[in-house]
């Protein structure tokens, strides 16, 4: 299905059509600190691709982790949606003009005690990114028909849990919240292939 979504507006029209609509979220966890992650879709090379980071060994928390731009919400941020920009461009200056916001999935609960929100977002592709040193050691991307493909992801035991695991893509170990959230993008727009 999603091959059949070259054009821009017909992917924002998919999207839009199977996520909640995009608004100030009035949700709050107990105990638990609000983080937004952007979800960046964009088109490369004839396909559709999901934009990931991968997180320098200094950062503190999940060091040299494959991640989504995103981070914790701060009091002065009025939506998931703006704490989700806000953070992509303070880590890899992806400025928030070049970004169309389509729609959100879910909270996950991370073991860290965080609420995270993923913020379904496409990029205006190709864009300048300047990543921060202290944060970000690389910027890359997946096709979302090889994320789709169960060949290339398994379930694996982490501590007392299930966690998904793909296949290395371009050297890279996507595993545990990020690739869980990316699993709930695909089912959600019918493109996983299992």
């Known amino acids: 299905m999603v091959n059949r979504l070259q054009h821009p507006d017909a992917l924002d029209a998919w999207v839009q059509q199977h996520l909640p609509v995009v608004g100030v979220s009035t949700r709050t966890a107990q105990d638990l600190r609000r ?96 990543l921060s040193p202290q944060e970000v050691n690389r910027v890359f991307t997946i096709p979302v028909g090889w994320l789709g493909d169960c060949k290339n992801w398994t379930e694996v035991a982490y501590n007392h849990h299930q966690v998904i695991q793909y296949e290395r893509y371009d050297g890279e170990l996507l595993w545990g919240i990020t690739a869980s959230i990316t699993h709930q993008f695909l089912r959600k727009m019918d493109w996983m292939g299992c």
């Open 35 to 130: 983080a937004a992650v952007l979800i960046p879709l964009l088109q490369a090379d004839g396909q559709w691709n999901l934009l990931f980071t991968r997180r320098t060994d200094t950062v503190l928390d999940h060091k040299g982790q494959v991640s989504f731009p995103g981070g914790a919400r701060e009091a002065f941020d009025l939506s998931d949606e703006e704490t989700a920009l806000r953070e992509a461009q303070e880590e890899i200056g992806l400025d928030p003009a070049c970004v169309k916001v389509l729609g959100k999935l879910e909270p996950f609960e991370t073991i860290s005690r965080y609420e995270v929100i993923p913020i379904v977002a496409r990029l205006d592709w190709p864009v300048r990114l300047t």
